[in-house]
């Protein structure tokens, strides 16, 4: 089983293998209604994959079949929360005499509502009762029951089950760097897929030299037209330079070859060389 990713997108992985990553978004809570979906978008191709629930974080996992068939390279990504909006059962609704009716609620799920929310309500037997407007007052009786005022000149007194719906809410969450680099499937890639530029001129280089090597020609003239070769000795410097960038790539992290130095102890009858005082004779 692969290891989880603790809320963090992976900035990479290669084509065609399991990745599991969570998310923890305090303001987007999936008991609050919120839905995840990660976007990819690259050059040639996309994809997205919805999140499960995990302990009200969000759980992202993209098995082997998800990937198998993307393009190696850089996708931009996107991480996008969705909300139905608030919605509510209403149980009833008094006109309060001033051209605003207030609507009672047993319960509601998704987004918790707020003042100036905008809500949409359905399902009266009176139509005066079936409205929209912004909510101008509120009270919760406990967490998930109350009542709330919006402007209704129309609304009649009545008793019976309806529906209240806020506004959907779609938010993307933002950041500097938002992408993810997919890599070729060493299972399925040809050979020399992972090949970087410097090995590849590499090999150039040094089938350019050993050609030259049997010529021997560096410049040459016929009819009129000259033809100068890289000169061998700019050709070796070339090669030292890319076979120094290849032994870094293949060996991250160091700075050149190491070497292994012995530095033997000392011994007092060693015959040292004559100190400053006798080659010159000067005093001290």
Do not use: C
Request: no cysteine.
């Amino acid at each position: 089983m692969p290891a989880i990713v603790q809320d963090r997108v992976p900035d990479h992985f290669p084509a065609g293998t399991t990745v599991k990553f969570t998310r923890t978004l305090d303001d987007y809570l999936p008991s609050d209604g919120w839905t995840y979906t990660i976007y990819l978008n690259g050059l040639t191709q996309k994809f997205s994959k919805v999140a499960s629930v995990f302990s009200n974080d969000y759980l992202i996992e993209f098995v082997p079949s998800d990937t198998a068939s993307l393009n190696p390279g850089p996708y931009r990504y996107a991480e996008r929360l969705s909300n139905p909006g608030t919605d509510f059962v209403i149980t009833g609704v008094e006109p309060d005499g001033f051209g605003n009716a207030i609507y009672s609620f047993s319960s509601f799920t998704n987004l918790p509502p707020f003042l100036g929310m905008g809500v949409v309500i359905s399902g009266f037997a009176n139509g005066g009762n079936n409205a929209s407007g912004a909510i101008s007052a509120m009270s919760l009786d406990g967490r998930f029951a109350g009542s709330f005022t919006i402007p209704n000149g129309a609304a009649v007194a009545e008793t019976h089950a309806a529906s209240g719906a806020g506004a959907a809410e779609i938010h993307d969450i933002h950041g500097d760097e938002l992408v993810i680099n997919i890599e070729p499937n060493v299972a399925t890639s040809a050979a020399g897929a992972f090949a970087t530029f410097e090995e590849n001129q590499l090999a150039v280089v040094e089938a350019v030299l050993a050609g030259r090597i049997t010529t021997g020609i560096e410049t040459y003239q016929i009819a009129g037209r000259s033809v100068t070769k890289i000169p061998i000795k700019e050709l070796m410097q070339l090669r030292g330079l890319l076979r120094a960038a290849v032994w870094r790539q293949d060996n991250p992290g160091k700075l050149g070859v190491p070497y292994h130095v012995v530095f033997h102890a000392e011994n007092e009858d060693m015959d040292y060389p004559p100190t400053w005082v006798d080659v010159t004779g000067l005093e001290r």
